[in-house]
């Protein structure tokens, strides 16, 4: 006798591989609607922060240290983004000042993205070498405070080509609100000590 094939594993195979496609569809479907949908107790200005800081994270790296910071170097250079509402980048607990007023912390260098010490704020604390677009920060200095200790000097510079061109040097400790047309978005590079 020839035996008759098993017509019945085909079909429940087929139906238990389907399950688990349309499954893992769903899982992912969902994932994704919850990875688009504001978190509970989050304006849509604060999911728009998120947002910002996560696409600045995976373009250039680094670690999320607090709601709008993100830090590289062990925690030695750190960029803070602006609380929505604000102008100025204030880390959590930061001290409200009025507008204008610089607020790079003691022992750090700061450039910041526009005038009167406005927007994106990315500080260094060590005396180092730095490439800014490794931060997402070349050519947006518009304002700058070293409030480093001892008379440190930062220089930063503007490449044209390969070559590094010194742009300004930020003795310790000074400020500028705006650091000029002719300077003005053009930082590249920041050598501080």
Not at 50 to 66: E, F, L, M, N, V
Not at 82 to 101: D, F, M, N, V, Y
Request: proline letters at 6%; aromatic letters at 8%.
């Amino acid at each position: 006798m020839t035996p008759i094939p098993n017509r019945t594993r085909r079909p429940i195979a087929a139906r238990l591989l389907v399950v688990l496609i349309t499954g893992l569809f769903a899982i992912t479907a969902g994932a994704s609607a919850a990875s688009a949908a504001p978190q509970a107790g989050m304006s849509s200005a604060e999911v728009k922060l998120q947002s910002d800081i996560s696409a600045h994270i995976k373009a250039y790296g680094g670690t999320q240290i607090s709601t709008n910071e993100i830090a590289w170097r062990g925690g030695r250079v750190v960029l803070t983004i602006p609380q929505p509402g604000s102008r100025a980048a204030l880390a959590p607990g930061e001290k409200i000042a009025p507008l204008g007023t610089a607020n790079c912390a003691r022992g750090w260098t700061c450039l910041y993205e526009h005038s009167n010490f406005d927007g994106r704020r990315l500080t260094f604390t060590d005396c180092i070498s730095e490439y800014l677009p490794n931060y997402g920060f070349r050519d947006q200095a518009s304002s700058w405070h070293n409030n480093q200790t001892g008379g440190a000097v930062s220089v930063v510079y503007n490449y044209v080509g390969s070559s590094p061109q010194w742009i300004w040097s930020e003795p310790s400790p000074r400020q500028s609100t705006y650091v000029g047309d002719a300077n003005n978005d053009k930082a590249d590079a920041i050598q501080v000590c």
